[in-house]
């Protein structure tokens, strides 16, 4: 069984958001979980982020928020960690001051080197985080591929997203992927 470790992002993602709901879903996910929430230190976080990877190699990665640009601080940093596969879904622009918050900025810059494992942004039109256009070249560094979630807001509860079978859909997607796959490692392009 291939391991999902769920990294979510500022705040934690609470008891009704979308990553709690696919925790619930799949057996074999796991909350990567951090000691404050809202208060995010980059070099604490990555710590707990490589521990839980170590713990569990080999598995597919679903962040949110500040978990995406922590996953490519950790890439940048220690490029040989057993990661199968991961999905990033509205990253934030630790980088604006328009939008994210000040307490962020300990994430910037975000790391621009491609990901040397399978990767998928979903990125919002419309999220107030993240412009979408900045969406599209974050996807193109880390050569992840793209899915438009077209004008849907941030992608979490305030968008209305508690359940989110599509989401679903596409971490089973990167499962099967996994499993039919080359060895982690394999890069691919971005569609």
Known sequence: MIPIL???GLG?????????HLQRTFPEAVRVHQQDWDKPDLTTWLER?????EARP????????????LVAHLVARQRDLPIAAALLVAPADVESARHTPGHTRGFAPIPRLPFPFRSIVVASTNDPFMDFDRA?????AWCAELIDAGPCGHINVAAGFGPWPAGE?????????VRNSSPVGHVIAVA
């Open 136 to 140: 599209c070249d974050l996807a193109k």
């Open 49 to 53: 982020l490589a521990r839980a990877i």
């Open 169 to 177: 859909r596409i971490v089973e997607s990167l499962l099967v992927r």
């Open 12 to 20: 934690g993602s609470g008891d009704q958001h979308w990553q709690t």
């Open 6 to 8: 769920v990294v979510p």
């Open 58 to 69: 080999g598995g597919v990665l679903v962040a949110h928020n500040l978990g995406c640009p």
